[in-house]
């Protein structure tokens, strides 16, 4: 039997014929690879070289520096704030979640609220918080006394909170919605009230959207840069903020390659650590 | 023992199941029988206390459980999804329920056990639900529900999606079971054959009412409703208006007579028949019998046991009948189709 092919089929009918058990998905990976590695992995490699300087004559004095407590106390404040932020997230994201997922009213209001403010870029939406805890700003207007909040530990914890809240409560919003309603039934009509349905039936099914929630708050809130630039003060300086004052202000463009890579191993440390302790095979397999 | 009373739900605007009383009594299985969207799951979960009422009471026991949570309820539910808790063991599962319950540590470990027995899988207690097949599933969420000694055990639909097969070895199984246990059972189907197999009462619904409740027997023979008689069963359907000859009632359905089993009916009333497959005879010659026609063989399809044949009338329209295995009749034969009056239903 033969087809007719006039023109332009024609044309893409031979393309397809010379590509034809040439062209395996794995190629078409090679793009996406290739990309992250030309521009993530050679970049970020090509920072220890820089770090060590090794052609100098103190080849290791910049690891030397990061030691110094200044910079000790900002990565501290790094994972601090990270660990903080995270669970003030996780919390908020948790009981929002819950609600899209099981209440039964309209819910589309509550996800334009969420969806929204990722449309919207961060310094837009930290200034907001600035004006708004600002002693001339609108709390202060309502509440009647001027609050001091600015530039504290907390109004940077309430900004990063802020900001990555939609990133947790899509996650968990997923994981819930999954959960069968027939699971939440039969609990209750095998003698649970709804408290202990809550913790013994969805939340440990909500378990991986909870944790792969956490990992991306951790890791976004733990290297925030305008978080603590627009809200905070000098004792909230984190990490990024060292970083970017060491390469943009002093230019030592090798002190900022050592603090970048001593960041990058603790961080990578830590999820080490955290995922023998959870076992995010098992958390995030188990379902 | 359960008691509906005048059960009314509304979702919205929307009738979902109106007016519907029904009993069951001490150690029953009674089955709601009815097409998707007829309201029997409705029913099933406002008894378990999933589904508010918009009017109506639900008495169990003689207490008025109407206002109670589901969790105060003692009753057994398996789901048609199975519902188990895919987080936990086979034996985590069935311990849920019995520690919901109260009971003791020890009592739980030992009920577990006992209940693993009942459904005959005593060795898949450390396995997860997904480890498990849907039979082995289904007997799993059975195990859950009856380990604390519901009052009554409410199943819906727990056969649907298992394959005919392992359908039918179930239902004997199930009641079994059942009967072991001795516990008051409400069984929700779509399914005519699980109605009629395994039920001592059967309560047929239709847009939320209750069509008929009755023995699966007189549902079958006696169908209360034309509803009844087309969804339970299969038919040859007539209609016509009633006339009297020499004292027997007659219908006339385009030239065909019809007699009719009883007498007694009126004359021009408006009037459903239908006649069973089982009970219509077929040959290739006349006979000469009362409610015989001439049909022609459109349709044979073998059974295993018996064949279902389908013939077209004179009038076009379409008749079934059943007949030995393997007939010596072709697609296309000429045959003769008689059935008593006795056997024609009336409605």
């Given at each position: 039997?033969?087809?007719?092919?006039?023109?332009?089929?024609?044309v893409?009918?031979?393309?397809?014929?010379?590509?034809?058990?040439?062209?395996?998905?794995?190629?078409?990976?090679?793009?996406?690879?290739?990309?992250?590695?030309?521009?993530?992995?050679?970049?970020?490699?090509?920072?220890?070289?820089?770090?060590?300087?090794?052609?100098?004559?103190?080849?290791?004095?910049?690891?030397?520096?990061?030691?110094?407590?200044?910079?000790?106390?900002?990565?501290?404040?790094?994972?601090?704030?990270?660990?903080?932020?995270?669970?003030?997230?996780?919390?908020?994201?948790?009981?929002?979640?819950?609600?899209?997922?099981?209440?039964?009213?309209?819910?589309?209001?509550?996800?334009?609220?969420?969806?929204?403010?990722?449309?919207?870029?961060?310094?837009?939406?930290?200034?907001?918080?600035?004006?708004?805890?600002?002693?001339?700003?609108?709390?202060?207007?309502?509440?009647?006394?001027?609050?001091?909040?600015?530039?504290t530990?907390?109004?940077?914890?309430?900004?990063?909170?802020?900001?990555?809240?939609?990133?947790?409560?899509?996650?968990?919003?997923?994981?819930?919605?999954?959960?069968?309603?027939?699971?939440?039934?039969a609990?209750?009509?095998?003698?649970?009230?709804?408290?202990?349905?809550?913790?013994?039936?969805?939340?440990?099914?909500?378990?991986p959207?909870?944790?792969?929630?956490?990992?991306?708050?951790?890791?976004?809130?733990?290297?925030?840069?305008?978080?603590?630039?627009?809200?905070?003060?000098?004792?909230?300086?984190?990490?990024?903020?060292?970083?970017?004052?060491?390469?943009?202000?002093?230019f030592?463009?090798?002190?900022?390659?050592?603090?970048?890579?001593?960041?990058?191993?603790?961080?990578?440390?830590?999820?080490?650590?955290?995922?023998?302790?959870?076992?995010?095979q098992e958390?995030?397999?188990?379902? | 023992?359960?008691?509906?009373?005048?059960?009314?739900?509304?979702?919205?605007?929307?009738?979902?199941?109106?007016?519907?009383?029904?009993r069951i009594?001490?150690?029953?299985?009674?089955?709601?029988?009815?097409?998707?969207?007829?309201?029997?799951?409705?029913?099933?979960?406002?008894?378990?206390?999933?589904?508010?009422?918009?009017?109506?009471?639900?008495?169990?026991?003689?207490?008025?459980?109407t206002?109670?949570p589901?969790?105060?309820?003692?009753?057994?539910?398996?789901?048609?999804?199975?519902?188990?808790?895919?987080?936990?063991?086979?034996?985590?599962?069935?311990?849920?329920?019995?520690?919901?319950?109260?009971?003791?540590?020890?009592?739980?470990e030992?009920?577990?056990?006992?209940?693993?027995?009942?459904v005959?899988?005593?060795?898949?207690?450390?396995?997860?639900?997904?480890?498990?097949?849907?039979?082995?599933?289904?007997?799993?969420?059975?195990?859950?529900s009856?380990?604390?000694?519901?009052?009554?055990?409410?199943?819906?639909?727990?056969?649907?999606?298992?394959d005919?097969?392992?359908?039918?070895?179930?239902?004997g199984w199930l009641?079994?079971?059942?009967?072991?246990?001795?516990?008051?059972?409400?069984?929700?189907?779509?399914?005519?054959?699980?109605?009629?197999?395994?039920?001592?009462?059967?309560?047929?619904?239709?847009?939320?009412?209750?069509?008929?409740?009755?023995s699966?027997?007189?549902?079958?023979?006696?169908?209360?409703?034309?509803?009844?008689?087309?969804?339970?069963?299969?038919?040859?359907?007539?209609?016509?208006?009633?006339?009297?000859?020499?004292?027997?009632?007659?219908?006339?359905?385009?030239?065909?007579?019809?007699?009719l089993?009883?007498?007694?009916?009126?004359?021009?009333?408006?009037?459903?028949?239908?006649?069973?497959?089982?009970?219509?005879?077929?040959?290739?010659?006349?006979?000469?019998?009362?409610?015989?026609?001439?049909?022609?063989?459109?349709?044979?399809?073998?059974?295993g046991?018996?064949?279902?044949?389908?013939?077209?009338?004179?009038?076009?329209?379409?008749?079934?009948?059943?007949t030995?295995?393997?007939?010596?009749?072709?697609?296309?034969?000429?045959?003769?189709l008689?059935?008593?009056a006795?056997?024609?239903?009336v409605?």
């Amino acid at each position: 039997m033969s087809v007719q092919r006039g023109g332009l089929g024609r044309v893409t009918h031979i393309i397809g014929e010379g590509l034809e058990g040439r062209i395996a998905n794995r190629h078409l990976a090679l793009f996406g690879l290739g990309f992250v590695g030309l521009f993530f992995v050679l970049p970020i490699l090509l920072l220890i070289p820089e770090s060590l300087s090794l052609g100098s004559t103190t080849p290791f004095e910049s690891y030397r520096r990061v030691m110094n407590g200044i910079y000790v106390d900002a990565f501290v404040r790094s994972f601090l704030y990270g660990f903080v932020t995270t669970g003030v997230t996780l919390a908020l994201a948790y009981m929002l979640s819950y609600f899209l997922a099981f209440s039964t009213e309209r819910v589309r209001t509550a996800m334009i609220l969420i969806i929204v403010p990722l449309w919207i870029a961060y310094i837009v939406r930290y200034f907001g918080i600035l004006l708004f805890l600002s002693p001339a700003g609108p709390l202060a207007d309502v509440t009647g006394f001027e609050t001091d909040l600015l530039f504290t530990t907390p109004a940077v914890i309430i900004g990063l909170a802020n900001v990555y809240l939609p990133f947790a409560v899509l996650p968990i919003y997923n994981s819930l919605n999954a959960i069968d309603e027939e699971l939440v039934n039969a609990s209750r009509v095998l003698g649970a009230g709804k408290w202990r349905t809550i913790t013994k039936v969805i939340f440990p099914l909500s378990l991986p959207g909870l944790v792969a929630a956490g990992l991306i708050v951790f890791i976004l809130a733990a290297g925030s840069f305008l978080g603590p630039a627009v809200l905070g003060g000098p004792k909230q300086t984190m990490i990024a903020n060292v970083i970017a004052q060491a390469f943009l202000d002093n230019f030592n463009i090798q002190f900022a390659s050592a603090l970048a890579i001593v960041y990058t191993v603790l961080l990578v440390g830590l999820l080490l650590v955290f995922n023998t302790l959870f076992d995010l095979q098992e958390v995030l397999g188990n379902i | 023992m359960l008691e509906v009373d005048t059960f009314t739900k509304y979702y919205g605007e929307l009738c979902a199941v109106e007016d519907l009383s029904f009993r069951i009594e001490e150690g029953e299985f009674v089955t709601l029988l009815g097409p998707s969207g007829c309201g029997k799951s409705t029913t099933l979960h406002a008894i378990a206390g999933l589904v508010e009422p918009t009017d109506g009471r639900i008495r169990l026991r003689g207490t008025d459980v109407t206002d109670l949570p589901p969790e105060k309820r003692n009753i057994g539910m398996a789901f048609q999804s199975t519902a188990l808790f895919p987080h936990m063991t086979v034996r985590e599962n069935i311990a849920y329920g019995l520690k919901m319950h109260g009971y003791s540590a020890a009592d739980v470990e030992d009920r577990v056990e006992e209940s693993l027995e009942l459904v005959d899988m005593p060795d898949h207690g450390d396995h997860k639900p997904g480890e498990l097949s849907g039979g082995q599933q289904q007997r799993v969420s059975l195990a859950r529900s009856l380990a604390y000694e519901p009052d009554i055990l409410l199943l819906d639909e727990p056969l649907t999606g298992l394959d005919r097969v392992l359908r039918e070895e179930m239902r004997g199984w199930l009641n079994r079971i059942q009967r072991e246990v001795n516990v008051t059972t409400l069984y929700v189907t779509h399914d005519q054959e699980d109605a009629l197999s395994m039920s001592d009462k059967v309560v047929v619904l239709n847009d939320g009412q209750a069509q008929q409740i009755d023995s699966p027997e007189r549902i079958y023979e006696s169908p209360a409703t034309p509803f009844v008689a087309e969804f339970v069963g299969k038919s040859t359907q007539f209609t016509g208006t009633v006339t009297h000859e020499n004292g027997q009632a007659v219908v006339y359905n385009d030239k065909k007579r019809i007699t009719l089993p009883d007498s007694s009916i009126d004359d021009d009333q408006s009037v459903s028949l239908y006649v069973r497959p089982e009970d219509i005879e077929v040959s290739p010659e006349p006979t000469g019998a009362e409610n015989e026609f001439r049909g022609i063989v459109t349709d044979i399809a073998n059974l295993g046991n018996r064949a279902e044949l389908s013939a077209t009338l004179e009038d076009g329209s379409t008749a079934l009948a059943h007949t030995t295995r393997f007939p010596d009749i072709d697609i296309d034969d000429d045959i003769f189709l008689r059935f008593p009056a006795e056997r024609v239903i009336v409605l």
